[in-house]
């Protein structure tokens, strides 16, 4: 599994900047897609997640109401659009997939739970 995330920028806060996260290999009906985010001197922390083929989703309270996570199954692409930016969500964003949903039937929030991830895009919001 191969996950390629990209659209990260410089924006004001306030602004919108929508991530894309690609993915290839084998199929993912099942798997996880999650997204991460880690600031300078931070640990990685939980920001959104989706079950590729829908129905499931989750968000961390810090952005729920002002990012949604989105699949597009025909483009192997699960999309973070992200709205209301704040400073604090300055950060390196990371996207993930967990292959264990099947096996566990749980969203995870970790992300040692994880097990493949992609290189991560900037995100940065200016005052």
């Known amino acids: 599994v191969q996950l390629q995330a990209c659209g990260g920028g410089l924006v004001q806060a306030r602004g919108s900047l929508r991530l894309s996260c690609a993915a290839s290999?084998?199929?993912?009906?099942?798997?996880?897609i999650g997204w991460f985010r880690q600031a300078p001197g931070k640990e990685r922390e939980f920001v959104a997640a989706?079950?590729?083929?829908?129905?499931?989703?989750a968000y961390a309270d810090s952005v729920k109401g002002r990012f949604t996570i989105s699949t597009v199954n025909a483009k192997n692409t699960v999309y973070l659009q992200m709205s209301s930016l704040k400073t604090e969500d300055t950060a390196v964003y990371y996207c993930?997939?967990?292959?264990?949903?099947?096996?566990?039937?749980?969203?995870?929030?970790?992300?040692?739970?994880?097990?493949?991830w992609g290189q991560g895009t900037q995100v940065t919001v200016s005052s």
């Open positions: 989706i079950k590729w083929s829908g129905g499931r989703l």
């Open positions: 993930a997939a967990d292959e264990g949903y099947a096996r566990t039937g749980v969203i995870y929030t970790t992300a040692t739970q994880y097990d493949y």
């Open positions: 290999g084998r199929t993912f009906s099942t798997y996880i």
